[in-house]
């Protein structure tokens, strides 16, 4: 399906007193997308969100509506919804009217209005909370609120600021589901931030990661996870072992003082490189038939899986598996050339 | 534990006996009392101060107060919220000085600052002298009820100022930011979020001003010249000229009793504020 591009960010960037959090950034979001910020915290996500929303002036750049430069549109005026970091619900107002105020002000009829708010409510799963003053209501209450006030106006963009932060993780993982089945059904354009890796993962269409203002790389969760373009991508989604390595010729890499098959190429000859190998692709073996040797130093329980540190020469190898080996004991550590992923040395590997 | 808290309490027990219910009960006493102040046993109960009250001449005059009071009130509001409004936008640096602007003349003596009102507006006063000077006409503000309530409102101004203040700074920044999220300019935020939230300081700052307008004796006699007799000038003269302790007992506790009636009322104002007030919207 061919989807036409809704918002578009063009060199965007925005600095406090000399600072540059949002540094040049470009994107394209398309219709019906659900597209997450992903980064840690004061990367900027929330800025570059503001920029959109209205509430936040570039310093340079262009934010453009369905092809329309919006810069000097004020909120009022956009057809984008935000749920705000910190809710920002009216205290003078009850739940209904909360919900409520947007339509009022579009002067939706009366019986419209009362149609299109109990949907809300039963979206958000607070029936029978309309006459609860938003003061007495829980965290993850008040948030869900906080998300009918916007998803009633039926944006064409909804922007949602953390929206789960102050929810328990089973509740969490609810409302995770909620928002993507409403996002589903009534086809409005997520823009999603969190800094929670794995809710990123799994709830987004596209995955953008930043860091320091800048976007790192663009992508599905699945080409985020498994081709991560730079050590910082490949060090902050999921855990991973990063070592350097030298590419020698397509196809064949060396690190850890071993030269092993690979499936990358397209590097210079003798390149250094930064090599990434996720915990969960490392099998344990018996020493003889391994690639390389290492000694048990540490053993956590994680539920699912053991977490291991196996050193190996100078480097701490972090295994996840389900087979327990005992601190201080010899294992090899086993992995086939589509386990190792090979990435450029960039300018921002400050880690 | 318990039992010391209790204790702690004790001094604040006495004091509010000594300087509050005592004197309570004793204006309470002569109001209901005739007789002779200095000779307790001629005392016998009597309504006839409250009596006395029902006078064309004294209606007349609690209407007064009532009618100027409110009108102070009225301009202290309508002065005192956009100056809160404008402080409580000012950067967080400047915040501090733009109040401490409008708060330092409390710090002034009260009577001072009333007899530099006297000096400006006096019909040969500095005012008129300038207005002279470049050839205007003079004005005949004072005494009068115009110098009165321009005493009243640049007085008290500043109780309306503070509590408004109080709760404008209180309001979340991103409650408004979610108001135009949701459509609402400048004006709509302003009616429907902005004002709502602030009428409890909106209640505490007419009560502040109102009831020291309503009381006042000072600003009355030095800015209306003695022609504008208000209630408080009338009870200090029924202690201090005519020596009539009952009857400037009773017109207390009738102003007292007015003051409290007004109130309950603002208090319900905010009552209603607090549960439904969207509804009004
Ligand atoms: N009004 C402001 N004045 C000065 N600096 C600001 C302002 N707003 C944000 N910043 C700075 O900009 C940077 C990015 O902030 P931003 O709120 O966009 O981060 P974020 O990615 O949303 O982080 P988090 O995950 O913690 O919410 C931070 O270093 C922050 O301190
Ligand atoms: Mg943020």
Not at chain 2, 102 to 126: D, E, K
Not at chain 2, 147 to 153: C, E, N
Request: net charge negative.
């Amino acid at each position: 399906m061919l989807r036409r591009n809704i918002i578009e960010l063009r060199n965007l960037t925005k600095s406090y007193n000399d600072t540059v959090v949002v540094d040049a950034i470009n994107l394209l979001i398309r219709e019906n997308e659900f597209i997450t910020l992903l980064g840690p915290s004061g990367c900027g996500k929330t800025t570059t969100l503001r920029m959109i929303g209205g509430f936040e002036d570039p310093n340079d750049g262009d934010i453009f509506f369905e092809g329309t430069r919006i810069n000097n549109v004020p909120p009022y005026k956009r057809n984008i919804n935000t749920v705000f970091q910190k809710y920002a619900l009216f205290t003078h107002m009850n739940v209904y009217e909360n919900i409520a105020f947007g339509l009022r002000i579009k002067k939706v009829p009366n019986d419209e209005m009362k149609k299109r708010v109990q949907r809300m409510l039963k979206l958000v799963d607070l029936e029978g909370f309309e006459k609860r003053h938003v003061d007495s209501l829980s965290g993850g209450q008040q948030q869900r609120v906080a998300i009918a006030r916007a998803l009633v106006n039926e944006p064409k963009v909804l922007l949602l600021d953390e929206p789960l932060g102050a929810l328990d993780l089973k509740l969490r993982k609810e409302m995770q589901i909620e928002l993507m089945d409403m996002q589903k059904n009534v086809g409005i354009t997520f823009i999603y931030v969190t800094h929670d890796q794995e809710e990123a993962l799994t709830m987004s269409d596209t995955v953008v990661v930043m860091n320091n203002g800048v976007i790192q790389q663009v992508g599905s969760p699945v080409d985020i996870y498994n081709e991560p373009e730079n050590r910082f991508v490949a060090d902050f989604i999921g855990e991973s072992n990063i070592l350097e390595g030298i590419m020698h010729e397509d196809f064949l890499v060396s690190f850890s003082g071993r030269k092993f098959r690979c499936v990358d190429k397209g590097f210079s000859k003798d390149e250094p490189v930064d090599v990434v190998i996720r915990p969960e692709d490392i099998d344990v073996t018996s020493p003889e038939d391994a690639d390389l040797q290492g000694v048990v130093s540490s053993v956590v329980f994680k539920g699912v899986h053991y977490e291991m540190l196996v050193e190996s020469g100078d480097f701490e190898y972090m295994i996840q598996s389900t087979d327990m080996q005992p601190v201080g004991a010899g294992i090899g550590l086993k992995f086939g050339p589509e386990d190792i992923h090979v990435m450029k040395r960039g300018s921002d590997n400050e880690k | 534990m318990k039992n010391k808290s209790k204790y702690l309490a004790y001094p604040y027990v006495i004091w509010m006996a000594i300087f509050i219910v005592i004197p309570l009960v004793l204006v309470l006493y002569y109001s209901f009392t005739s007789g002779n102040i200095h000779d307790p046993g001629s005392l016998k109960f009597s309504v006839e101060s409250y009596g006395k009250f029902f006078d064309s001449l004294y209606l007349n005059i609690i209407i007064k107060s009532f009618w100027l009071a409110f009108l102070s009130t009225v301009l202290c509001l309508l002065f005192g919220y956009p100056v809160a409004f404008i402080i409580s936008r000012a950067k967080m640096k400047h915040r501090g000085l733009l109040l401490l602007f409008f708060l330092v003349p409390i710090w002034m003596n009260f009577l001072l600052r009333t007899y530099a009102w006297m000096a400006i507006l006096s019909p040969n006063g500095f005012l008129n002298r300038v207005l002279e000077m470049i050839g205007l006409p003079t004005l005949a503000i004072m005494p009068g009820q115009k110098a009165v309530v321009l005493g009243m409102v640049y007085n008290f101004l500043p109780f309306m100022v503070l509590p408004i203040y109080t709760v404008l700074a209180k309001i979340d920044k991103n409650v408004l930011e979610a108001a135009m999220d949701l459509g609402a300019n400048g004006l709509i935020t302003f009616v429907r979020v902005i004002l709502p939230q602030t009428i409890p300081g909106i209640v505490s700052g007419v009560t502040m001003v109102f009831m020291p307008a309503v009381s006042t004796f000072v600003i009355s006699r030095l800015l209306g010249g003695g022609k504008e007799l208000l209630i408080g000038n009338l009870i200090e003269q029924q202690f201090t000229v005519h020596r009539d302790w009952h009857f400037g007992s009773a017109l207390s506790i009738i102003l007292m009793v007015m003051i409290l009636i007004s109130m309950a009322v603002m208090s319900k104002v905010d009552a209603g504020n607090e549960q439904g007030g969207a509804a009004l919207w």
